[in-house]
């Protein structure tokens, strides 16, 4: 079911329908080497085939992890004879430097029109030389949609797809087919042939019911299992969901991290959200966090996902706070640009013979031995006085409170400033 022209192609419409970039350079015949990005089974193959497929240039196929430079010499040789060639090379962000060379010249005199596949982001995978000389085109998972309408097709046509089989599928079969393959059309049609292929003929008619459809398909295809673009988006999505205080979400996308068995990540990133977006508004939510991860490690997955529920709901429904991070960092970025001075003497280390003779801790000021355990005196190096980190949020009671103790500290020292003023 490959498509021969850039009509067959399902989905990605913002790329290949009418009016669109790639349709348009067709048309043009004004072909330029391109990246296409996202994940498996979304059309990037396809789109490289309805390329050669309606320019009529031949289509060659390589993988820039295992195929050669030899691979290469190959194609570029049929290139010169041929006038050009559509090289789709998958895997491209694996593509090393001595293949990389060698195709650049082919590139730029456009003998080669490459067409790179890649799962991960090529704006951080793949080498500037070959990114430069490339337009990057996004493509995105298969709707609903379009999964049944390349069903509908497969089904129907005698040459390429099913077509001479006396296939029934029942609705729920269709339904579970179309979304248990999660937007991936190269899996959801691979389990429509084998559910076909290896259902008997029953009173002249091969019937494919849920069960089977479930069978042939085993589960399904989940994104975010990889170390690629994929697993990092689901991360990023779990946290913001709880930093968003959507609690449905954050389910939904620990419940996607459980079904790929990322544990490890989902434990490191609970801890994470309960100090970073939380944090000062609740602290009590860090232990309770803690408290969780430690259950759900002694436990292992399935009923971790008991304790991890536990955990997702109270960061979602917690009050708010990033002010503990915003501080740190606020702090690191002065410390970095090398903002900083001496420490003053009355705070220097004075457990040592000699100390009191550079002045080294002579006039400290040991707060406890004052009312209210506090005394008036510097810290900061004498260039930073006026520096603030710190910068409290009130969404919690606790943090609330901070910021009412912050408030009378800064007065007691502001009045204790202008008494000692000459």
């Not at 348009?24 to 309805?50: C, E, F």
């Not at 179309?178 to 691979?190: E, K, V, Y």
């Not at 990540?265 to 944090?279: F, K, Q, T």
């Not at 970025?333 to 457990?351: C, F, T, Y």
Request: hydrophobic content about 40%; proline content about 5%; some cysteine.
């Amino acid at each position: 079911m490959r498509p021969q022209s850039l009509d067959d192609v399902v989905g990605q419409q913002h790329l290949v329908g009418p009016h669109q970039i790639i349709r348009r350079m067709v048309a043009a015949k004004r072909l330029t080497s391109m990246i296409l990005y996202g994940p498996p089974g979304t059309g990037k193959t396809s789109i490289a085939s309805a390329i050669a497929g309606t320019t009529h240039y031949a289509l060659r196929t390589l993988n820039a992890a295992t195929d050669t430079k030899k691979d290469l010499q190959v194609v570029a040789e049929e290139a010169k004879f041929s006038g050009s060639v559509v090289l789709l090379l998958d895997e491209i962000h694996r593509l090393d430097k001595t293949k990389q060379d060698f195709l650049l010249p082919h590139l730029e005199s456009g003998r080669i029109i490459l067409v790179g596949a890649t799962t991960e982001n090529p704006y951080l995978n793949i080498l500037p030389a070959i990114r430069s000389r490339t337009q990057i085109f996004e493509v995105f998972p298969l709707t609903p949609e379009d999964i049944s309408r390349a069903i509908t097709r497969a089904l129907e046509d005698k040459d390429r797809g099913l077509g001479n089989y006396p296939v029934t599928l029942t609705d729920e079969a269709r339904e579970y087919l179309i979304h248990a393959t999660n937007g991936d059309l190269r899996s959801a049609l691979n389990g429509l042939e084998l559910a076909v292929l290896s259902t008997e003929t029953v009173d002249g008619a091969i019937t494919i019911t849920q069960q089977v459809m479930a069978e042939s398909l085993q589960k399904p295809d989940l994104q975010g299992d990889a170390d690629g673009d994929a697993h990092y988006d689901l991360i990023s999505a779990f946290q913001k969901s709880i930093r968003g205080s959507d609690v449905d979400a954050a389910l939904h996308y620990l419940a996607r991290l459980i079904a790929i068995g990322d544990l490890n990540s989902i434990l490191r990133r609970l801890l994470v959200i309960a100090y970073e977006d939380i944090g000062l508004a609740n602290p009590q939510t860090a232990n309770r966090t803690l408290t969780a991860i430690t259950a759900a490690e002694r436990l292992g997955l399935p009923e971790a996902r008991i304790p991890l529920a536990n955990a997702v709901i109270d960061l979602c429904l917690a009050p708010k706070s990033n002010s503990a991070i915003a501080a740190i960092d606020a702090a690191i970025a002065d410390v970095q640009a090398g903002r900083s001075g001496a420490i003053p003497d009355a705070l220097k280390d004075a457990h040592y013979k000699g100390a009191a003779k550079l002045g080294h801790g002579v006039d400290y000021k040991f707060p406890h031995d004052f009312p209210g355990d506090w005394v008036a005196q510097d810290y900061l190096p004498e260039n930073m006085r006026r520096v603030h980190y710190y910068e409290p949020k009130t969404t919690g009671k606790y943090e609330a409170a901070l910021s009412k103790q912050l408030a009378t500290l800064q007065q007691m020292k502001a009045q204790a400033m202008r008494q000692h003023k000459p």
